[in-house]
């Protein structure tokens, strides 16, 4: 079954393919790549698995392939300069698409990559971790990390499609797939408090690999996004609700260095402190709050902060936060479940209390 | 006497001010800038002249000052990311503004240093020399080079406004001033065979930088990259006859490494070489090119390539200009004065004996 979901942004509008198999669907993919000059951006790992399947459509084009190290390190200034000079070295023109093939680190440098060489060639996405199906490779958001803060560096640039092969998943390790579920509960939190009640009915399936169960999962995640990028595709607004959980999520990232934790099990430790803030000010109940550490536990996530980052360490990073405007720190907090909204109306000190209480 | 010219870019618009000190108009420069945190790139030759004027208007803001070393060589990926970097320790956020304070190498790094903190943030030019004033503040190209490739990173990304404060000329080296001019013969080549013609009728009160005669030139060049601008934001036609003598000039540029020659000391060889080619195409008679050779040389600039770059590293290096779409190298010719066009069909012993020929 393939399903097709539209991200509708006027000319820069495109298709999320999503299908058990369709990496390997040569007429599919060929519909969206009309260059000559290919260039396959992918990681070590992936290219185990899935370079090959995706190489065979291009055995009529000039097809490159560039191999970076897997993991958050690699998403960089060396790496992106690494990646250009390859392009350039194999005289690369305006009119080649970039393809990039992995997870989020793969689709964000190389989307980046795809935004300003040149001053910008096509790209589409073939992401291969629950996370970057998700969420990371829908909606043009590229990046690379600076060493003191993550994506500080990027564009807005979407691609010309998307392929999710939902059977790379069945390669993917256990902690990848948990770490792509904390993007999954997002959506319900902000948005869509049917599905995190379906999510909560389907924990057994979900971790079970179940196809349909994850077909589905996969679509309703991906319309989320759409429906928001199309109301908000340059962050104006509604678009930072997505951010619930990452203000907290980037600073331990960050804090801890690079790769040590997964970006969902980062956003999922974040995303209990939103919920405690939240409850704090008044909007949501315990009872909520323990549902939902009760639901990422379900899928191994982290559900506190690591001991070793202080308060001090937390409010330093996060005023840091691409969401701040001016010299206060924006949250994305809960109303209600799929309810968000962004503020930096509290008090100073519930934001001390959230980041020195690390037990919710 | 203030001159405005309006690059029309729908959302994107924006004012070119021209005039004799404007740098020092705080009322009019507060219009373009509205934020509390603004962030002025220059470098330090240019520090010491106008840095002080322009920083005077930001009394009440939250004012940084980053200072580059001048010339070509900056504009790489390490200045780049250090001054990314330099932003973020200051918690600069995404509703600052950032200044481009300098010539052509500060332009190009800033803009794209705004286009991708944060995925973008506010700029505004302030172009103090020749070259940058009549052509690289406007039109929102923004780049960096890469080792085997000038401008071969960068985004397409539209500045606020553009200041251009005349009187910054009187501090400028007269080889600077020369090497813009290269840019402004370069208009009337391809778009303006009339201000060509007032190009020659006063090359004296132009070297001698005649208040009135440079209002004019600036003018007029600007108005003509306001026009092609507004027709072609993102060169997917008419923009590209802009690069007369460019694809020639990078490659002598980055044949000698960056900065050895001015950009528009290589560009003015580039265009000679251009022109040659044009005749040997058929389109221009002799007379024409020895015209635009004494032009040039009243200008003291460069009318042929220097003598160590081989045929063979001409035609390596313009393999990879932006230009290309299918293998083949894509010049900017002229079938006449005032009249561009580009193309890839012509036969390569004609390019070679262009890149062979040193005199024209």
């Known amino acids: 079954m393939l399903t097709k979901i539209n991200v509708s942004l006027e000319s820069r509008s495109y298709p999320i393919y999503i299908g058990d198999g369709i990496l390997t669907d040569s007429k599919l993919i060929l519909t969206a790549i009309h260059s000559n000059q290919v260039v396959i951006v992918t990681d070590s790992n992936v290219a185990n698995f899935h370079l090959k399947a ?14 970076l190290s897997p993991g958050e390190e690699s998403k960089n200034f ?10 350039l070295e194999n005289n690369i023109n305006r009119n080649a698409t970039l393809i990039a093939l992995g997870g989020g680190v793969v689709g964000d440098l190389a989307g980046f990559a795809a935004a300003s060489y040149q001053r910008g060639i096509s790209y589409v996405q073939m992401p291969t971790t629950l996370l970057a199906q998700v969420d990371s490779s829908v909606g043009g958001k ?18 010309q499609a998307v392929f999710i092969d939902t059977s790379t998943l069945k390669t993917l390790p ?63 607004g509604i678009r930072a609700t997505l951010n619930l959980g990452h203000t907290f999520g980037h600073a331990i990232e960050t804090a801890l260095g690079y790769g040590k934790w997964l970006h969902g099990e980062a ?50 990073l996060m005023s840091k936060d691409k969401k701040n405007i001016d010299g206060s720190i924006r949250l994305v907090l809960l109303k ?25």
């Open 78 to 87: 060396v790496e992106l300069e690494r990646l250009l000079s390859f392009m």
């Open 54 to 67: 995706v190489k065979q459509h291009f055995s009529k084009n000039e097809c490159h392939t560039f191999i």
């Open 267 to 316: 956003v999922a430790a974040g995303i209990m402190m939103a919920l405690f803030m939240s409850w704090k000010l008044g909007f949501l109940h315990k009872g909520q709050i323990k549902e939902i550490k009760l639901l990422l536990t379900q899928f191994s996530l982290p559900t506190e902060a690591p001991q070793q980052i202080t308060p001090e360490q937390f409010i330093a």
């Open 142 to 159: 590229t990046a690379i990390n600076l060493p003191l803060g993550k994506n500080m560096v990027g564009a807005f640039y979407q691609p």
């Open 336 to 360: 209600n479940f799929g309810d968000a909204f962004v503020t930096n109306d509290y008090l100073k000190e519930i934001l001390l209390e959230t980041v020195e209480n690390h037990a919710y």
């Open 174 to 236: 256990n902690r990848e797939f948990n770490s792509g579920m904390a993007e999954v509960v997002k959506y319900g939190l902000i948005n869509d408090a049917d599905f995190l009640d379906w999510i909560g009915a389907n924990v057994l399936n979900i971790l079970a690999q179940n196809g349909d169960t994850l077909n589905y999962l996969i679509q309703r995640s991906c319309e989320n996004k759409a429906k928001i990028v199309s109301a908000d595709e340059q962050e104006r």
